[in-house]
Protein backbone atom coordinates (compact mmCIF):
# COMPACT_ATOMS: atom_id res chain seq x y z
CA UNK A 1 0.00 0.00 0.00
CA UNK A 2 1.36 3.78 -0.52
CA UNK A 3 2.06 6.10 1.30
CA UNK A 4 -0.57 8.43 -0.07
CA UNK A 5 -3.59 9.13 1.45
CA UNK A 6 -6.56 8.06 -0.74
CA UNK A 7 -9.30 9.49 0.26
CA UNK A 8 -12.93 7.74 -0.57
CA UNK A 9 -15.34 8.83 -3.22
CA UNK A 10 -18.39 10.12 -1.82
CA UNK A 11 -20.99 7.70 -3.34
CA UNK A 12 -19.00 4.86 -1.52
CA UNK A 13 -19.42 3.71 2.14
CA UNK A 14 -17.02 1.77 4.83
CA UNK A 15 -17.33 1.60 8.32
CA UNK A 16 -16.23 -0.48 11.19
CA UNK A 17 -19.02 -0.93 13.74
CA UNK A 18 -20.04 -2.78 16.80
CA UNK A 19 -23.70 -2.49 15.28
CA UNK A 20 -25.22 -5.38 13.69
CA UNK A 21 -25.01 -4.80 9.88
CA UNK A 22 -28.33 -4.69 8.07
CA UNK A 23 -28.03 -6.41 4.37
CA UNK A 24 -31.02 -4.30 3.25
CA UNK A 25 -29.13 -0.65 3.98
CA UNK A 26 -25.48 -2.38 2.90
CA UNK A 27 -27.81 -2.82 -0.87
CA UNK A 28 -29.23 0.38 -0.58
CA UNK A 29 -26.03 2.11 -0.14
CA UNK A 30 -24.58 0.18 -3.20
CA UNK A 31 -27.80 0.56 -5.27
CA UNK A 32 -28.22 3.36 -8.29
CA UNK A 33 -30.57 3.92 -10.91
CA UNK A 34 -27.47 3.28 -13.32
CA UNK A 35 -26.95 -0.14 -12.06
CA UNK A 36 -27.88 -3.30 -13.84
CA UNK A 37 -26.60 -5.43 -10.96
CA UNK A 38 -26.04 -5.18 -7.15
CA UNK A 39 -23.37 -8.36 -5.88
CA UNK A 40 -24.02 -8.16 -2.04
CA UNK A 41 -21.28 -11.08 -0.14
CA UNK A 42 -22.56 -11.36 3.52
CA UNK A 43 -19.65 -13.52 5.74
CA UNK A 44 -20.85 -14.72 8.86
CA UNK A 45 -20.02 -16.69 11.84
CA UNK A 46 -20.50 -20.52 11.45
CA UNK A 47 -20.67 -23.00 14.00
CA UNK A 48 -17.47 -24.49 13.51
CA UNK A 49 -13.77 -24.54 12.18
CA UNK A 50 -12.39 -27.79 10.75
CA UNK A 51 -14.73 -29.58 12.66
CA UNK A 52 -14.46 -27.85 15.82
CA UNK A 53 -17.04 -26.48 17.55
CA UNK A 54 -17.37 -22.55 17.91
CA UNK A 55 -19.83 -20.92 19.86
CA UNK A 56 -18.81 -17.39 18.99
CA UNK A 57 -16.34 -14.53 17.17
CA UNK A 58 -14.62 -11.87 18.86
CA UNK A 59 -13.51 -9.40 16.04
CA UNK A 60 -10.48 -6.46 16.33
CA UNK A 61 -9.51 -3.98 13.96
CA UNK A 62 -6.53 -1.08 13.78
CA UNK A 63 -9.64 0.83 12.56
CA UNK A 64 -7.86 3.71 10.97
CA UNK A 65 -5.75 1.25 8.62
CA UNK A 66 -8.30 -0.96 8.34
CA UNK A 67 -10.06 1.91 6.77
CA UNK A 68 -7.76 2.79 4.63
CA UNK A 69 -7.30 -0.93 3.36
CA UNK A 70 -10.83 -0.05 1.97
CA UNK A 71 -10.18 2.73 0.30
CA UNK A 72 -7.57 1.27 -1.33
CA UNK A 73 -9.95 -1.87 -2.40
CA UNK A 74 -12.36 0.46 -3.77
CA UNK A 75 -9.78 2.46 -5.75
CA UNK A 76 -7.89 -0.32 -7.08
CA UNK A 77 -11.50 -1.65 -8.22
CA UNK A 78 -12.13 1.75 -10.22
CA UNK A 79 -9.53 0.79 -11.93
CA UNK A 80 -9.75 -2.14 -13.00
CA UNK A 81 -13.83 -2.10 -13.73
CA UNK A 82 -14.53 1.69 -14.30
CA UNK A 83 -17.85 1.31 -14.90
CA UNK A 84 -18.36 0.49 -11.03
CA UNK A 85 -20.65 2.86 -9.62
CA UNK A 86 -20.40 1.91 -5.88
CA UNK A 87 -18.87 0.33 -3.62
CA UNK A 88 -19.80 -0.56 0.04
CA UNK A 89 -17.60 -2.24 2.73
CA UNK A 90 -18.58 -3.00 6.64
CA UNK A 91 -17.19 -4.81 8.90
CA UNK A 92 -17.93 -5.31 12.46
CA UNK A 93 -16.28 -5.60 15.43
CA UNK A 94 -16.86 -7.47 18.98
CA UNK A 95 -18.37 -10.44 20.02
CA UNK A 96 -20.83 -12.13 17.55
CA UNK A 97 -22.79 -15.31 18.08
CA UNK A 98 -23.55 -18.51 15.39
CA UNK A 99 -25.35 -17.21 12.08
CA UNK A 100 -24.73 -13.14 13.19
CA UNK A 101 -22.93 -11.11 10.01
CA UNK A 102 -19.61 -10.30 10.35
CA UNK A 103 -18.74 -8.53 6.67
CA UNK A 104 -21.11 -6.67 4.07
CA UNK A 105 -19.27 -6.10 1.04
CA UNK A 106 -21.71 -4.47 -1.89
CA UNK A 107 -20.81 -3.66 -5.23
CA UNK A 108 -23.29 -1.87 -7.52
CA UNK A 109 -22.38 -1.72 -11.60
CA UNK A 110 -24.42 -1.77 -14.86
CA UNK A 111 -22.96 -5.49 -15.43
CA UNK A 112 -23.47 -8.47 -13.39
CA UNK A 113 -20.03 -10.12 -14.53
CA UNK A 114 -18.34 -7.04 -13.77
CA UNK A 115 -20.04 -6.66 -10.13
CA UNK A 116 -19.28 -10.30 -9.34
CA UNK A 117 -15.49 -10.07 -10.43
CA UNK A 118 -15.30 -6.31 -8.68
CA UNK A 119 -16.88 -7.98 -4.85
CA UNK A 120 -15.02 -11.17 -4.85
CA UNK A 121 -11.98 -9.22 -5.41
CA UNK A 122 -13.39 -7.10 -2.28
CA UNK A 123 -13.47 -9.49 0.01
CA UNK A 124 -10.59 -10.97 -1.07
CA UNK A 125 -8.33 -8.54 -0.91
CA UNK A 126 -9.90 -7.55 2.78
CA UNK A 127 -9.05 -10.86 4.29
CA UNK A 128 -6.03 -10.43 2.94
CA UNK A 129 -4.47 -7.10 3.67
CA UNK A 130 -7.21 -5.51 6.18
CA UNK A 131 -6.02 -5.47 9.92
CA UNK A 132 -8.94 -7.46 11.48
CA UNK A 133 -8.17 -10.00 14.35
CA UNK A 134 -10.56 -12.78 15.07
CA UNK A 135 -11.01 -14.59 18.44
CA UNK A 136 -12.88 -17.89 18.09
CA UNK A 137 -14.34 -19.07 20.90
CA UNK A 138 -14.25 -22.96 20.89
CA UNK A 139 -17.55 -25.46 22.71
CA UNK A 140 -14.92 -26.16 25.34
CA UNK A 141 -14.27 -22.82 26.38
CA UNK A 142 -10.95 -22.03 24.88
CA UNK A 143 -10.37 -19.49 22.74
CA UNK A 144 -7.82 -18.47 19.58
CA UNK A 145 -6.97 -15.58 18.60
CA UNK A 146 -5.79 -15.99 14.38
CA UNK A 147 -5.71 -13.10 11.57
CA UNK A 148 -8.26 -13.42 9.06
CA UNK A 149 -5.66 -13.59 6.76
CA UNK A 150 -5.11 -16.98 8.03
CA UNK A 151 -8.50 -18.27 6.98
CA UNK A 152 -8.89 -19.46 3.63
CA UNK A 153 -12.30 -19.24 3.15
Given at each position: ?6 K???E ?60 Q ?25 V ?21 R ?33
Amino acid sequence: MSNTLIKPKTEDSFAITFAPLSLEEIYAKANNPANGAVVLMSGMVRNQTDGQPVVALEYQAYEPMALRVFYQIAADIRSSWPDVNRVVIYHRVGRLQVGEISVLVAVGCPHRSEAFDACRYAIDTLKHNAPIWKKEHWLDGSSTWVSIAACEH
